[in-house]
């Protein structure tokens, strides 16, 4: 069965301090992976998304996650954090046709 | 680009009454869902339509009724609003079913059950 587990209910960093948001999916094969953020009283909106290449894929606002086929990961990382990057975080698989597996999220907060 | 636009933000009713959301895309997408989202928790599917007049059942669908009488309009209703069904509502499209395909958010209904 296809799953994404955040570990990290959530995070708090600093402003200017580097992020780790960690997430691992469970899939038959290699499916298409992808962050989303969730700003207060928004929708998610789409960071990155990853299938097949580089394991290293860029996003939006200096978003970047990094693929791993031998640990199941794929987490997500920033090298210095806005205090406007206070959201919610979501990891979302998708093995196939209508299927969309979300995890929890992790709420991240940057303090000042 | 496109939008997503879902309608009300906030929708009130009392328990047993039956409520309906709305959603409107201008992606000219085939494929829309519904999802439910918990504090806390992930989303889960409601419903979800690859065309118009289609409807496929979710993970969560009982208690739930949706249509798609037009390509850009999804709507969805809850038969009989209970109190423990209090969350936000997700409307989201697809190009298609395919993997690859990014999905489009609304900004969420919020349901309140008094």
């Known amino acids: 069965a296809q799953s994404v587990t955040q570990p990290d209910a959530r995070v708090t960093v600093s402003e200017g301090a580097s992020l780790q948001l960690r997430c691992k999916y469970s899939s038959s094969g290699t499916p298409y992976l992808f962050w989303y953020v969730q700003y207060p009283r928004q929708g998610l909106q789409l960071l990155l998304k990853?299938?097949?290449?580089?394991?290293v894929v860029q996003g939006v606002n200096g978003f970047e996650a990094e693929f791993s086929k031998s640990n199941s990961s794929f987490h997500l990382r920033k090298a210095s954090v806005h205090w406007s990057d206070s959201a919610v975080y979501f990891c979302?698989?998708?093995?196939?046709?209508?299927?969309?597996?979300f995890g929890s999220g992790t709420r991240l907060l940057v303090s000042p | 680009g496109g939008i997503i636009t879902q309608t009300p933000k906030f929708l009130i009713g009392q328990e047993g009454q039956k409520l309906t959301l709305k959603c409107q895309q201008n992606?000219?997408?085939?494929?829309m869902y519904w999802y439910r989202q918990d504090s806390g928790k992930g989303l889960r599917l409601i419903y979800y339509?690859?065309?118009?007049?289609?409807?496929q059942k979710g993970d969560l669908s009982e208690g739930y009724d949706a249509s798609r009488e037009k390509k850009s309009s999804f709507s969805l209703t809850v038969t009989s609003a209970q109190k423990n069904e209090m969350a936000v509502f997700l409307c989201?499209?697809?190009?298609?079913?395919?993997?690859?395909?990014?999905?489009?958010f609304g900004e969420g209904s919020r349901l309140i059950v008094v």
């Open positions: 339509s690859i065309t118009e007049n289609d409807l």
């Open positions: 992606f000219n997408h085939d494929t």
């Open positions: 989201a499209s697809s190009r298609d079913t395919l993997s690859g395909n990014t999905l489009y």
């Open positions: 979302v698989l998708r093995p196939g046709g209508y299927k969309v597996v």
């Open positions: 990853y299938y097949s290449g580089d394991p």
